[in-house]
């Protein structure tokens, strides 16, 4: 991202996902403050990403990362566990909604500070309250411990917690990724939801030149993606990081588990992931 500028791929994000409330009729997430921070240009903006035949399953791949999150969460909250951090939660609006204040989960949000100060001025101009259960985090993941910036906000890192990470992997680099869910596991009883990109050299020749392209965009507004992953690869880093159970699931296994499409894990055809990954212990 450009420096002192808010995320644009956090807006791009958003965008889809407002418009997978229109398009789609929120068939796979339910969403009724997305639109809400996209302001007055929300019709507008959500036309055109619906015109757009090309970021369809994109689309749709943010809507289901979001459920799947919320899913688990909901699981985690049932089980005892009262705090979240969402990490680069650009413009998502979970903390707004807490559907599990009352249970007294704490929600942290984790952001770059140029992106969480627009999302704070948004936020403002749709006339939305604060609710008491979040705490906004600044912080550089680049050149900040995670850790270290969570528990200046009043995270207790002795206690389980559940991490939501969605559209952030890919941009940062590989080492930055490990080090966050090395600590990350380090907590006890720790869960997390993050999604990643597959190495190239996993696609077909004609999805690689669409997924290069999509990457050259990113990059061309300053956000290139600097890390992917192959899933075998990957599983063993969580292994070594000290997850114990991982749930890895490819873009095609991850939208037919809410729009009834067939069976599968979508490992037949690269693309991005999400993974639930969960520390025992």
């Known amino acids: 991202m450009q420096m002192g500028q808010p995320s644009r791929t956090a807006l791009g994000a958003a965008i889809l996902r407002a418009a997978h409330q229109v398009v789609d009729g929120a068939s796979i997430f ?3 403050l997305a639109r809400v921070l996209l302001g007055d240009d ?3 903006l959500i036309a055109a990403a619906a015109a757009d035949e090309t970021k369809q399953q994109l689309r749709r791949f943010i809507a289901a990362r979001s459920r799947f999150a919320e899913d688990a969460l909901a699981t ?15 413009l998502d609006t979970f903390s707004l909604r807490n559907p599990h204040e009352a249970h007294g989960l704490r929600v942290f949000e984790a952001d770059h500070p140029a992106t969480q100060a627009w999302k704070r001025e948004r936020i403002a101009a749709a006339g939305l309250t604060l609710p008491a259960s979040l705490t906004f985090v600044p912080v550089d993941f680049e050149r900040q411990r995670l850790g270290d ?13 559940f991490f939501t990470w969605l559209g952030v992997v890919p941009y940062l680099r590989r080492e930055a990724v490990v080090a966050v869910l090395t600590f990350m596991a380090s907590l006890p009883g720790a869960q997390v939801v993050f999604d990643y990109t597959e190495a190239l050299d996993n696609y077909s020749p004609a999805r690689r030149a669409n997924v290069e392209a999509l ?30 159970e991982i749930e890895d699931v490819g873009v095609t296994g991850i939208i037919g588990r809410y ?3 067939p069976d599968g894990d979508g490992a037949s055809e690269a693309g991005p ?3 639930h990954a969960r520390r025992f212990a």
């Open 259 to 261: 729009l009834g499409a």
């Open 30 to 32: 339910a969403d009724p």
């Open 215 to 244: 990457a050259a965009r990113t990059a061309a507004i300053g956000e290139p993606w600097l890390s992917r992953f192959d899933p075998s690869d990957l599983r063993r880093e969580l292994r070594s990081c000290g997850f114990d």
């Open 273 to 275: 992931h999400v993974v």
């Open 42 to 44: 929300a019709d507008t």
């Open 76 to 90: 985690a909250v049932a089980s005892g566990v009262r705090q979240a951090a969402v990490i680069g939660a650009g």
């Open 149 to 161: 910036a969570l528990a200046a906000a009043g995270f207790r890192p002795d206690e389980p917690a």
